[in-house]
């Protein structure tokens, strides 16, 4: 299962990139969001996996019985997938003004403030 | 007593909530936002006259016990960098009253301005590393908007950069914060500390520390990852410019000499030797980028990447006496470079350009505001007494003491060429004869009285800080001094965090 992950991780920031890579202002965007993606991934499976055991306490005790799945991770990446959207949504509307305003969708167009 | 460190993030959470529900009343917002930055920076100094008579002080929000809980923990060098943020906050909303236009003003300038404010000082005041994740998205959400805010062509071509290259790195900090949390099973600042020591797999951790040394670098514009600063911080208003440079990227350098000094000591050496590197490169790439600029605040842009270099040769070095030249340094830095980007932005409000070229005159025209340049850039140049030269000596006597030759002369080098980009401004901007038709230049646009303190007020007050930093450097070096023997010996900060209730 790790493995299955790790690949998958490894996939997505390899689209990720590559989108970046593009001259579209809108194939930047998707990279960006591929990137966030991979990383909450990441988290996910870095932390390790643990499958069937959920974090429950029993009645009296003072933490749940071994092995347990790290519920912290799991808040972790609830965390960053609220953050992830929140900027997602920024850059889209971002994009759709540099588009307005320059007439372009091309990040090699977008030159003038470079030195 | 602990209470103090909660509300550098309060009053200005306060202070933007505030303003939203005054959103149709400018004059309010306005009200509002001075209060706010005015109390933010006393509260901030309590905590660092609290912190720098009892020791490091840490809160655990919500009694929480650390490591489980997000823990809030100041030590002498992030009580400074909050006065520095409220300073820069009262500084450049002061500044902004006569600079920004209402279409700004009424689409959320000053909420902006404080959300950011809120994120600077959480940044600086959190212990918890998935916390520093967050108070990162919060200053930087913010930043997006304060840089694209007004929607002029070449501001969203700045943007569109600077928001690209951040969230890319804070895509590579959440995916190092992952690995290190399946490394340690923790993320608190202290508890990692601890767990980092000895621990049983080196290359997985040396991984993890390249992936923060990027992460930070991108935020602190370090070489080679500097490009997106450049090509961004010279589009905004210069209010906006002055509080990025002062605060934004000192975060990022605050970020690494944080994570470097508590949780990632090589023993080895190697790290120093490449953050030396690292240094010397950043400060001489900037330096040389900026000779070339013949825009007043480009160069100036370029030149925040070239300080940034002398805070790295701080950490670099890596001695008490070496950080605490960075911590002075970062002092000064924030202070002049400000104060040199306000200039800028009031010679523009005469001129109307910031073209070095098709501007002159102005020290016959403005005596005093030459002056109120002079004494920044002298200061950046390292010119005895002012600030700058005291910064410079302590790094460099501390480079010498541990014979690190090459960057002690980078530095001194790049001082050198700083001085002459200084002199370049100075000669263009101020002394030579205006240029075309003198007799057909328009009349300068009148100051009305409130703008001409608003103006000159912030830098006027950084300036005559410049000169008191540098005429009694020796209580402000002993309290940097104090804070980097904190950082150097983490042992008190790891006690702290660990045993503090609520």
């Given at each position: 299962m790790e493995f299955a992950l790790a690949l998958i991780v490894g996939v997505l920031y390899a689209c990720g990139l590559y989108l970046m890579l593009r001259r579209s202002i809108v194939k930047l965007i998707i990279g960006l969001a591929l990137l966030s993606n991979a990383a909450n991934l990441l988290i996910f499976t870095a932390a390790g996996l643990t499958r069937g055991y959920p974090p429950l306490v029993a009645l009296g005790a003072a933490r749940p019985a071994e092995p347990f799945a790290d519920p912290l991770p799991q808040a972790l990446i609830l965390t960053a997938i609220v953050i992830g959207f929140g900027v997602l949504a920024f850059a889209m509307v971002l994009a759709y003004r540099v588009y307005q305003s320059t007439g372009t969708d091309d990040l090699d167009n977008l030159r003038s403030t470079d030195t | 007593m602990t209470n103090l460190l909660v509300l550098p993030i309060l009053i200005p959470a306060m202070g933007a909530a505030l303003s939203l529900l005054l959103w149709r009343s400018r004059a309010l917002q306005r009200a509002v936002a001075l209060g706010a930055v005015a109390a933010l920076l006393a509260a901030a100094g309590a905590l660092l006259q609290s912190v720098a008579e009892t020791g490091i002080a840490a809160v655990q929000v919500g009694d929480w016990p650390a490591p489980y809980g997000i823990t809030l923990v100041a030590d002498v060098f992030s009580a400074i960098m909050a006065v520095l943020a409220g300073f820069m906050g009262l500084a450049v909303v002061l500044y902004s009253f006569a600079t920004i236009d209402a279409g700004r003003e009424s689409y959320g300038y000053y909420p902006l301005l404080q959300v950011l404010l809120m994120g600077v000082c959480g940044a600086f005041l959190t212990g918890d590393l998935f916390n520093l994740y967050v108070w990162f998205e919060v200053l930087l959400m913010a930043s997006f908007v304060l840089l694209a805010l007004g929607g002029e062509r070449a501001q969203m071509e700045g943007a569109i950069k600077y928001v690209t290259l951040n969230l890319i790195s804070s895509a590579l900090f959440l995916a190092a914060l992952g690995i290190l949390y399946g490394i340690?099973?923790?993320?608190n600042m202290a508890d990692l500390a601890v767990k980092l020591?000895?621990?049983?797999e080196p290359g997985l951790v040396m991984a993890v520390t390249s992936l923060f040394f990027i992460a930070f670098g991108i935020k602190a514009a370090v070489f080679p990852l500097f490009f997106w600063l450049p090509a961004s911080?010279?589009?905004?208003?210069v209010a906006v410019t002055a509080l990025f440079s002062g605060l934004l990227t000192k975060v990022g350098v605050y970020s690494l000499i944080r994570t470097f000094t508590l949780?990632?000591?090589?023993?080895?050496g190697r790290t120093q030797t490449f953050l030396s590197a690292i240094a010397g490169l950043t400060m001489i790439t900037g330096v040389l980028g900026a000779v070339a600029q013949y825009d007043f605040r480009r160069l100036l842009s370029f030149h925040i990447v070239s300080q940034i270099g002398y805070l790295l040769m701080g950490l670099a070095v890596m001695t008490s006496a070496a950080l605490a030249g960075a911590i002075y340094f970062m002092v000064h830095v924030v202070l002049s470079k400000s104060a040199l980007f306000l200039v800028s932005g009031v010679v523009e409000r005469l001129r109307?350009?910031?073209?070095l070229k098709a501007l002159g005159g102005l020290y016959a025209a403005r005596p005093w505001l030459a002056i109120l340049f002079l004494i920044p850039a002298l200061s950046l140049a390292g010119?005895?007494?002012?600030s700058g030269f005291f910064a410079k000596l302590a790094l460099i006597q501390a480079g010498l003491t541990v014979e690190r030759y090459v960057i002690v002369t980078a530095a001194l080098t790049v001082g050198l060429l700083t001085l002459f980009s200084m002199i370049k401004i100075w000669t263009e901007v101020f002394w030579k004869l205006p240029q075309g038709d003198i007799g057909a230049s328009p009349a300068e646009p009148q100051l009305t009285k409130s703008e001409t303190v608003q103006l000159f007020l912030p830098i006027i007050a950084m300036a005559l800080l410049i000169v008191a930093l540098g005429l009694a450097a020796e209580p402000f070096m002993s309290l940097a001094q104090s804070g980097a023997e904190q950082l150097i010996d983490s042992r008190a900060y790891v006690q702290t965090v660990l045993e503090a209730r609520r």
């Open positions: - | 340690a099973g923790t993320l020591r000895g621990n049983s911080y010279h589009t905004p208003p949780l990632f000591v090589d023993e080895s109307g350009t910031y073209d010119m005895p007494p002012l």
